[in-house]
């Protein structure tokens, strides 16, 4: 908001009024200061503690956002980006232009999508004044509303959910920007006789969470998102079953290996946007038997919400929820939620053997990043919930930790993304002095005054050359166990990065930006 300003009214200067202004700005600098410093120490969240490198970082993930999005664009800032699949949906009836591509290719996955919104909301709602500090709370809530706008249009009935734009393996047969395509834009569908109970309810956990971004500043579109985010738990609890069971074809490139997590994810945030202990009920009773039973911690990434619902909901046992008073079911998900911090922390008894000897958490060579990002961001987040709610220890077997531990070990993680690594490269492109230079997207490898077709754009995925783009802010998939990685075009392994991993990584940025005292409530940002 532009601040007005002040105009001075012109006076006769004196010697004693230059004086009686010395003395006065002198004990008003002072007051100013004194009063200033208490505001300051109470309140830790000001710009003064500002970390710049995550700032910096911060700023450059945020731009990926606009590096992925299709439709009609507005105020592009992406110079080697335009207008993209604006026809989408077009065969239903639907405007289904929006959203964005998941990674380098350029089909909508509607499933990775939604947790991508479900990520970035829960960014903002945490960290949004922090975002704010440095002007990047509105580019966060614009790229939300991209995503949430399409999810709307892509759930034109209570049980019908179109979770698919494009047809991956057609797309994979061709290396063209998005701008350009030349292949058919196929829909895919989810409804009563064929079932995506995973995908539903994370739009749900999307619109859901989404809804609480927007009660403020748009209490219309937020009370749309939520209407559709409670029709789609319903559609996903009434008709249970995997979207990959229904359509099989695409197990290839997102499988999901269960709904159960989903489905207690969706219900933890519709009742941060309600209050409704129905919601409650739903995790804590029967469906956490069901659904919320596992041996040891899950790692948190788009295919496994069960890690994030356990810290979203023991986030109601540290503020003293009244909903959730007196419930043991939210105290069994606090106690997961402490083994999984156990879990994280390098010099804790229980602390997972799954990292690098450097000490990134390591689960998959394929996008290896997304878990120990996800994980930071876990971390950071249920340290600042310990540190706010006066819970200082987190016991580990016979060992103590306190929330500057966990914050430790989140910084630790970021810290090896930006650069702090045996590589010495940033694997955020954009940041720092080395990043890669051949990431494995197609809009970033092509010439923006190339003309190609669907095949003649594989000679820039087999190009020597640098990608002639930078696709800024783009987190790609990282290192192998050994900490090798191989800069290439070709090795989409380590080098393709993803929408929703970029929301996770803006997420643990826009904690680490500064420190502060999180709400109380969700429902009170």
Same mark, same amino acid.
């Given at each position: 908001?532009?601040?007005?300003?002040?105009?001075?009214?012109? $006076?006769?200067?004196?010697?004693?009024? =230059?004086?009686?202004?010395?003395?006065?700005?002198?004990?008003?600098?002072?007051?100013?200061?004194?009063?200033?410093?208490?505001?300051?120490?109470?309140?830790?969240?000001?710009?003064?503690?500002?970390?710049?490198?995550?700032?910096?970082?911060?700023?450059?993930?945020?731009?990926?956002?606009?590096?992925?999005?299709?439709?009609?664009?507005?105020?592009?800032?992406?110079?080697?980006?335009?207008?993209?699949?604006?026809?989408?949906?077009?065969?239903?009836?639907?405007?289904?232009?929006?959203?964005?591509?998941?990674?380098?290719?350029?089909?909508?996955?509607?499933?990775?999508?939604?947790?991508?919104?479900?990520?970035?909301?829960?960014?903002?709602?945490?960290?949004?004044?922090?975002?704010?500090?440095?002007?990047?709370?509105?580019?966060?809530?614009?790229?939300?509303?991209?995503?949430?706008?399409?999810?709307?249009?892509?759930?034109?009935?209570?049980?019908?959910?179109?979770?698919?734009?494009?047809?991956?393996?057609?797309?994979?047969?061709?290396?063209?920007?998005?701008?350009?395509?030349?292949?058919?834009?196929?829909?895919?569908?989810?409804?009563?006789?064929?079932?995506?109970?995973?995908?539903?309810?994370?739009?749900?956990?999307?619109?859901?969470?989404?809804?609480?971004?927007?009660?403020?500043?748009?209490?219309?579109?937020?009370?749309?998102?939520?209407?559709?985010?409670?029709?789609?738990?319903?559609?996903?609890?009434?008709?249970?079953?995997?979207?990959?069971?229904?359509?099989?074809?695409?197990?290839?490139?997102?499988?999901?290996?269960?709904?159960?997590?989903?489905?207690?994810?969706?219900?933890?945030?519709?009742?941060?946007?309600?209050?409704?202990?129905?919601?409650?009920?739903?995790?804590?009773?029967?469906?956490?038997?069901?659904?919320?039973?596992?041996?040891?911690?899950?790692?948190?990434?788009?295919?496994?919400?069960?890690?994030?619902?356990?810290?979203?909901?023991?986030?109601?046992?540290?503020?003293?929820?009244?909903?959730?008073?007196?419930?043991?079911?939210?105290?069994?998900?606090?106690?997961?939620?402490?083994?999984?911090?156990?879990?994280?922390?390098?010099?804790?008894?229980?602390?997972?053997?799954?990292?690098?000897?450097?000490?990134? =958490?390591?689960?998959?060579?394929?996008?290896?990043?997304?878990?120990?990002?996800?994980?930071?961001?876990?971390?950071?987040?249920?340290?600042?919930?310990?540190?706010?709610?006066?819970?200082?220890?987190?016991?580990?077997?016979?060992?103590?930790?306190?929330?500057?531990?966990?914050?430790?070990?989140?910084?630790?993680?970021?810290?090896?993304?930006?650069?702090?690594?045996?590589?010495? =490269?940033?694997?955020?492109?954009?940041?720092?002095?080395?990043?890669?230079?051949?990431?494995?997207?197609?809009?970033?490898?092509?010439?923006?005054?190339?003309?190609?077709?669907?095949?003649?754009?594989?000679?820039?995925?087999?190009?020597?050359?640098?990608?002639?783009?930078?696709?800024?802010?783009?987190?790609?998939?990282?290192?192998?166990?050994?900490?090798?990685?191989?800069?290439?075009?070709?090795? $989409?392994?380590?080098?393709?990065?993803?929408?929703?991993?970029?929301?996770?990584?803006?997420?643990?940025?826009?904690?680490?930006?500064?420190?502060?005292?999180?709400?109380?409530?969700?429902?009170?940002?």
């Amino acid at each position: 908001m532009a601040k007005g300003v002040v105009k001075q009214r012109k $006076s006769r200067r004196c010697l004693w009024c =230059i004086v009686a202004i010395v003395i006065l700005g002198g004990i008003a600098g002072g007051i100013y200061y004194v009063v200033k410093k208490k505001i300051l120490d109470k309140n830790s969240s000001s710009t003064s503690s500002l970390e710049d490198k995550y700032s910096d970082a911060l700023k450059i993930a945020m731009q990926f956002f606009d590096v992925q999005k299709s439709g009609k664009l507005v105020d592009d800032k992406i110079p080697w980006r335009g207008n993209s699949g604006l026809k989408d949906g077009s065969q239903a009836k639907l405007d289904l232009s929006m959203g964005m591509y998941d990674a380098g290719d350029n089909v909508k996955f509607g499933f990775p999508m939604a947790f991508t919104a479900t990520v970035l909301s829960w960014a903002i709602l945490e960290y949004g004044e922090h975002m704010e500090h440095i002007n990047q709370r509105e580019p966060a809530e614009n790229s939300l509303a991209w995503i949430t706008d399409f999810l709307l249009n892509a759930h034109p009935s209570q049980n019908v959910l179109y979770i698919q734009v494009g047809d991956p393996k057609e797309d994979h047969k061709c290396w063209e920007k998005p701008e350009k395509m030349t292949t058919k834009r196929p829909l895919k569908l989810v409804n009563s006789s064929k079932p995506g109970s995973d995908v539903a309810a994370e739009t749900a956990a999307a619109l859901a969470s989404a809804s609480l971004v927007f009660k403020k500043t748009d209490s219309t579109y937020s009370s749309t998102l939520l209407k559709h985010a409670k029709q789609l738990f319903t559609f996903a609890d009434k008709y249970k079953g995997s979207y990959t069971k229904s359509h099989p074809e695409v197990a290839t490139y997102y499988n999901s290996t269960g709904y159960g997590d989903e489905l207690l994810w969706a219900a933890s945030w519709l009742y941060h946007a309600t209050g409704d202990t129905t919601y409650l009920r739903y995790v804590t009773e029967e469906n956490a038997d069901k659904y919320a039973k596992v041996d040891g911690p899950t790692w948190f990434s788009w295919d496994n919400k069960l890690a994030g619902a356990q810290v979203l909901l023991s986030r109601l046992s540290f503020f003293g929820d009244k909903g959730a008073k007196g419930n043991s079911g939210i105290d069994d998900y606090k106690k997961s939620a402490n083994e999984l911090m156990c879990a994280l922390l390098p010099d804790s008894p229980s602390a997972t053997a799954s990292r690098t000897k450097s000490g990134l =958490i390591w689960i998959t060579k394929w996008d290896s990043l997304q878990h120990p990002v996800g994980s930071a961001f876990l971390a950071v987040l249920y340290s600042d919930y310990m540190r706010a709610s006066d819970n200082e220890i987190l016991s580990c077997g016979d060992d103590s930790f306190e929330p500057s531990d966990l914050r430790k070990f989140a910084q630790s993680q970021a810290d090896y993304v930006l650069g702090d690594n045996p590589m010495d =490269i940033s694997y955020l492109v954009g940041y720092g002095d080395k990043y890669p230079e051949f990431v494995h997207h197609r809009g970033a490898s092509i010439p923006v005054d190339a003309t190609t077709g669907c095949t003649e754009g594989f000679k820039w995925l087999s190009s020597k050359k640098p990608n002639p783009n930078v696709a800024m802010g783009a987190l790609v998939g990282g290192p192998f166990k050994n900490e090798s990685f191989i800069d290439s075009r070709n090795n $989409s392994m380590q080098t393709e990065p993803t929408t929703y991993n970029s929301a996770v990584l803006v997420g643990l940025l826009s904690s680490l930006v500064n420190t502060s005292s999180p709400v109380k409530s969700l429902n009170e940002n």
